[in-house]
């Protein structure tokens, strides 16, 4: 998904240290029964067993995965629910029950990455009607679609993709397109929504040859996402951008990368490197200090959800806390012993909950996130020199687009590139949805994919450098 996109770690760090009172359980609501959701091109089933008393159970089932009754372990705190995978994988999603009791509303970590996971009662989604998805492009097309397969030579894996070519006798300018952080496929598939499919079409439409592909381990890419970085998507983007280049029907100089949110991190880091692309094209596209994103990305969240002035300062010193410790104890058993204190391990016995917190210390202690932690788009972005045209939406709540718009500006202008165009567009989220709040819950729920305007503005921009 894009993702989710992507959340960092912090956000779930914050949401601990946000629940004083996390071990209390008055009321016990009964959750019992199947609850569903889709999680980017997978549904979810989880089975939960929530009795009057004694604990609770539950298992997973994937199908897409030929995976059945997967181990839980289920807390739920207050109004909050705690599902945590550790087998075959190490996951958790962390949501709250919505008001009527029939949705956990909340965020899937796996690894680093975290994206937004909506799940409902099983008799509610066996009986509600597909979301309405209108932009999602239907057959017949007026362009040529063909399935392809690339390979990457560094990292030995073949990757799977879709590559659709205007009508017309050609060259044409083309576009790769990368998605956001967790395992999506080519049409970056979130709750019923298609984005890259829906920015496909419109571009070859409009006379741009578009390749699209899953990531790694995703439908019919080889490979896995496990213990990979925004270094490693940007080995996939070259070979992208290579196979592009080699097409008969296409401008082998006016060959680019659109990127999404991580994705957004890949193409910089392609762009950046001999053979880089001829322009590039960043949606949501994170420019602050890793460190300092994930901070922004936990306030921004936070804000949206209701806590107040006094509380965002709380939430801020803390989670500042948690990434200083990161930060400062490249040993991770001293990091761990110092981060669970700050993650309240001592205020319950719950073993279910202690053991939320050591996932969540297994994460802030792995490679990928002290990566991220460190990532400084600044220095990478000084590297490119190709005209740039990066979009942020008023509403994103994960990348918030005042200041990564500002950033992405300065480390560009000071590396002396002169064709950059930066624009924040009005009232539209992480997805470039047009949306209420900008909320994560609220990406399901809107019928719009991507804004038309937004879809607008990327094809004049690239039509335009890409036109001698």
């Known amino acids: ?9 912090a956000a779930f760090a914050a949401a601990l240290l946000s629940l004083p009172s996390a071990c209390a359980q008055p009321g016990r609501p009964n959750l019992t029964g199947d609850w569903v959701g889709t999680l980017g091109p997978l549904e979810l089933t989880a089975h939960l067993t929530d009795p009057a008393t004694g604990p609770r159970t539950a298992t997973l089932d ?16 207050n109004d909050s629910v705690y599902l945590r995978l550790t087998n075959p994988v190490v996951a958790q999603f962390a949501g709250r029950r919505s008001a009527d009791g029939q949705q956990l509303v909340g965020q899937w970590q796996q690894g680093p990455r975290t994206f937004p996971l909506t799940l409902s009662r099983g008799k509610d989604a066996a009986t509600k009607a597909p979301p309405k998805r209108p932009q999602t492009p239907k057959a017949p097309f007026p362009y040529q679609s063909t399935d392809i397969t690339f390979k990457n030579e560094k990292a030995g894996i073949t990757l799977a993709g879709t590559y659709t ?6 060259p044409f300018p083309a576009v790769a397109l990368l998605t956001g952080s967790g395992p999506e496929d080519r049409n970056e598939t979130i709750l019923g929504h298609q984005p890259f499919a829906v920015l496909a079409d419109y571009l070859t439409r409009h006379g741009v040859a578009v390749l699209r592909f899953d990531d790694r381990g995703v439908g019919q890419s080889g490979g896995t996402l496990q213990g990979t970085t925004s270094a490693d998507y940007t080995t996939d983007a070259q070979a992208a951008l290579a196979w592009l280049r080699a097409q008969p029907g296409v401008k082998k100089n006016h060959t680019g990368l659109l990127g999404h949110s ?26 602050l200090p890793g460190d300092e994103l994930i901070v922004q990305q936990v306030l921004s969240l936070a804000k949206v959800s209701g806590v107040d002035a006094v509380q965002l300062l709380y939430v801020e010193r803390a989670q500042r806390q948690v990434i200083e410790v990161i930060e400062q104890n490249p040993n991770d058993e001293q990091a761990r012993a110092k ?21 969540q210390i297994d994460v802030a202690t792995s490679p990928d996130y002290r990566h991220l932690l460190a ?38 202008k000071t590396a002396g590139n002169r064709d950059v165009t930066v624009k924040e567009l009005p009232d539209l989220n992480h997805l470039f949805q047009t949306a209420g709040t900008g909320g994560p819950e609220e990406y399901g729920t809107i019928e719009e994919t991507f804004s038309p305007s937004a879809l607008q503005l990327i094809g004049d921009w690239i039509a335009q450098h890409t036109r001698k």
């Open 262 to 287: 991580q994705g957004g991190t890949a193409a910089i880091g392609a762009a950046g490197q001999q053979g880089g692309p001829d322009f590039l094209v960043l949606l949501a596209a994170p420019a």
């Open 339 to 359: 981060l669970r204190p700050l993650l309240n391990y001592g205020q319950s016995t719950d073993p279910s909950f202690l053991a939320q917190v050591e996932s």
């Open 165 to 170: 070519v205007p009508a017309g006798k050609g």
């Open 1 to 9: 998904m894009p993702t989710p996109t992507r959340l960092a770690l």
């Open 375 to 412: 990532d400084r788009p600044a220095q990478t972005l000084a590297k490119v020199h190709c005209p740039v045209l990066a979009l942020g939406g008023s509403k994103d709540r994960q990348v918030p687009a005042p200041q990564n718009l500002a950033a992405t500006a300065a480390a560009l």
């Open 62 to 77: 994937i199908p897409a995965q030929h995976a059945q009754g997967l181990t839980l372990q289920f807390t739920a705190p």
